[in-house]
């Protein structure tokens, strides 16, 4: 399984960031998808998650500013974040839980995502 996002970067508090998972190696439309992050000093945090029937899934902190989508065909799974605020700067990563089971997922690297006031 290997996955790998994209799309992180510096941006102003209010604005808007999309990330950008690409997945391979899975079978991705059985597959549940998602997005964590872990800010300096803090353990990793869930951020969104995608059934592989398209139920979405939101962190509190998130709700109503992220949203998560997937596009079976290009295999990849798309974090469009608004209204970012500082305390979303993190490191995000990308997830994938093989044969729709919420048990142990696959990670990517990481992309750094950096909120500034």
């Known amino acids: 399984v290997h996955l790998v996002e994209s799309g992180g970067g510096l941006v102003q508090a209010g604005g808007s960031l999309s990330l950008s998972c690409a997945a391979s190696g899975v079978s991705f439309s059985t597959s549940h998808m998602g997005w964590f992050r872990q800010a300096p000093g803090k353990n990793r945090a869930f951020v969104a998650a995608?059934?592989?029937?398209?139920?979405?899934y939101y962190a509190n902190a998130v709700e109503g500013r992220f949203t998560i989508s997937r596009d079976n065909t290009k295999t990849t799974v798309t974090l469009q974040m608004n209204s970012l605020k500082p305390e979303d700067t993190a490191v995000y990563y990308c997830?994938?839980?093989?044969?729709?089971?919420?048990?142990?997922?696959?990670w990517g690297q990481g992309t750094q995502v950096t909120v500034s006031s």
């Open positions: 997830n994938v839980w093989p044969y729709a089971n919420w048990g142990t997922p696959y």
């Open positions: 995608i059934s592989w029937s398209d139920r979405t």
